[in-house]
Each structure stands twice: as C-alpha cells, then as structure tokens.
C-alpha cells in the first residue's frame, strides 16, 4: 500500500514538473521577447478588458463548458449541494432490517486551475480538483457510504480559427484521477459472510488515467447574446470502479447574455447544459444558471446554481442533486 502511495504521488509530481516546463519558456519570452501593451493609447485606456470577447459580446465564464479563448488566467471555485429526491432503502444486514434515520447526500466541490497563453495560437493548463459525497444520516451513511475523487488535469489549447463574431479551438488533454471510496455496507456484509480476503476491505482506492481531445467554439450574434460549445472524447479508466478503458464523452452548451449591453451593469448571465458519462453509473444530465459579474478589466466573479441528474446504481433511480458554486475568475496579459 505505501509503495502505490508513493507510486501514485510520483506520478503527480511528473505531471506537475511537465506542465511548469512548458509554460517556463513562454513566461520568459512573453516577458522579455516582447512588448506589454501601452495602456495609456486610446484603444487601451478606460474601455480596456481582457475578459474573452468577440465583435463587441464580452463572454462570461463557468465551471462546466468550456469556451475556446486562447487566455492567461487562474480560476478556482468552491461548492456545495444535497441530493433533492433521495429515498433510502432499508438497510438489511445478515439478513435484517436495520431502520435508521432517513437521511440524505451532501456533496462538496473544490478545483483551481491555471491557464496560459503561450502563443496567440496556443495555450496550456492545469487544473486541480476535488469532488466530496457522504451521507448525512445513519441510513444514507450506510447504503452510500463516503467517497472523494480528486483529480489532475493538463493539455494544449490550439486555436484552429478566429474570426469577428466566430472562434473554434482544438483542445488536447491528459487526466489522472483518484477515487477513495468507503463502503460501510459492503464491509459488514463481508465480515459477517466470512469474506477476510483482501477484497473485502472498508477503505477501497481507485486510480485512473484518461487521454481525449476535443472541440470548442464560440459564436457573437450581437453584442447582448452569444453561445458557445463544446465537445471532448476520451478514452482510459473510470475513476471510480476498477475496469477496463473504454471511451468517455463530454458534451455541452451555454446561452450567454451581456447585461452591460444595454445598462451600466457589468453582468452577465448563463444558462447551459452539459451531458457526459464520465461517472461509471451511467450518463449524467446537467442544467445549469450562473450570473457573474465582469469587471471593466480583467475580474469576473458569480454565482453558478446546477441540477445534477445523475443514475446511482445502488439505489436502482436517477438522482437529482443541487448544487451552487462560487467562482472567481482573474485574467492576465
């Protein structure tokens, strides 16, 4: 077990040090290779923003479809949400029925990511996340148990076209993920079955590795509306059940409106779906609304509020979960 702990975090820090040498080049010649805008001109003065936009739509972010803008930027949010429609089964244990509270699931998110522009053409990230599930309650603890995934996650955007209202992007990616999952169930079960062998274990770990590519694009109808896509295919493990690789898809949507189009409000305001079966209980549906705030500059900041339909094997239904964010966008030169 400490060997594969240590194997594990080795493989991490290679990911870290590859990302660090591919940005340390560009942040050297992006420093001294080239000339910071004169902010003092008047193209660059009080209407100045590096926020993503095209024609004169000025694009909002969010945590779930990502857009095709060729960026230097840090991201990070943190949320939290609770199953809406859970109905516990009875807990039977060797062959009784234990009644415990009716309870429910909580979850809890948290990522960081860093994204550069290298070239105007060409950018790279990195992005850190966690995902939380446990029960709150007797019942809920005991039939869902507790499980964290975190994850790590680099690859290149490539911009493929740009043009006044419209851009396209390819992106390439690499993801390596860890899920811990606790079973008490299961466990018990085991133990009173007279299962002592390795595989009956109350703290199980997961590992997973993904590769894919995908494509993005962005579309300006004028300046109060836009939309932008995107599509990803990935292939390797699941990050949650031991298996074989297969295929994964991610899929998504985002209708967006610029409120500063027509008032002196900086706000923008999203709604946008997102479909993939990169959980290993089937494919999960998501509908989203965010409303941000865009600052003059180079802030954006909001508030993201999602129903999560997602299928959970052990309960035999689809599950609907709430879940808000609060995320914090800050874009460089």
């Known amino acids: 077990m400490k060997f594969s702990t240590k194997r594990n975090l080795c493989n991490k820090l290679i990911y870290v040090f590859t990302f660090i040498?591919?940005?340390?080049?560009?942040?050297?010649?992006?420093?001294?290779?080239?000339?910071?805008?004169?902010?003092?001109?008047?193209?660059?003065?009080?209407?100045?923003?590096?926020?993503?936009?095209?024609?004169?739509?000025?694009?909002t972010p969010n945590s779930l479809v990502k857009d095709p803008f060729i960026k230097t930027y840090i991201r990070n949010s943190i949320g939290v949400g609770q199953a809406l429609n859970l109905d516990v089964p009875v807990v039977i244990i060797d062959g009784q029925e234990v009644f415990g509270l009716r309870g429910d699931l909580v979850f809890a998110s948290f990522d960081f990511e860093y994204h550069h522009a290298v070239k105007d053409w060409l950018a790279v990230w990195g992005k850190f996340n966690v995902l939380a599930r446990l029960g709150n309650d007797t019942q809920a603890l005991l039939t869902q148990g507790i499980t964290a995934v975190t994850g790590f996650e680099f690859g290149w955007l490539f911009k493929l076209m740009e043009k006044e209202q419209t851009a396209l992007s390819l992106s390439l990616s690499l993801e390596n993920g860890s899920a811990t999952i606790i079973n008490l169930l299961d466990y018990i079960n085991g133990i009173i079955e007279g299962d002592r062998s390795p595989n009956n274990s109350l703290v199980n770990k997961v590992q997973s590795l993904r590769g894919g590519s995908g494509l993005r694009f962005a579309w300006a109808a004028n300046k109060l509306f836009g939309l932008y896509a995107m599509g990803e295919l990935l292939y390797g493990q699941s990050a949650e059940v031991r298996g074989e690789s297969e295929f994964f898809y991610n899929l998504g949507v985002v209708f967006d409106f610029d409120l500063s189009s027509f008032s002196e409000l900086p706000l923008g305001i999203l709604l946008g779906y997102n479909q993939s079966n990169l959980q290993s209980s089937g494919i999960s549906n998501t509908f989203f609304f965010r409303i941000g705030y865009n600052s003059p500059g180079d802030l954006s900041i909001g508030i993201e509020s999602s129903i999560n339909k997602v299928p959970v094997k052990s309960l035999d239904k689809t599950l609907n979960a709430g879940l808000t964010k609060i995320m914090l966008r800050y874009y460089f030169e």
């Open 21 to 59: 040498l591919l940005i340390l080049p560009a942040n050297v010649y992006e420093t001294y290779g080239q000339e910071k805008p004169d902010r003092s001109d008047e193209s660059t003065s009080a209407d100045y923003s590096v926020i993503p936009s095209l024609g004169e739509h000025k694009f």
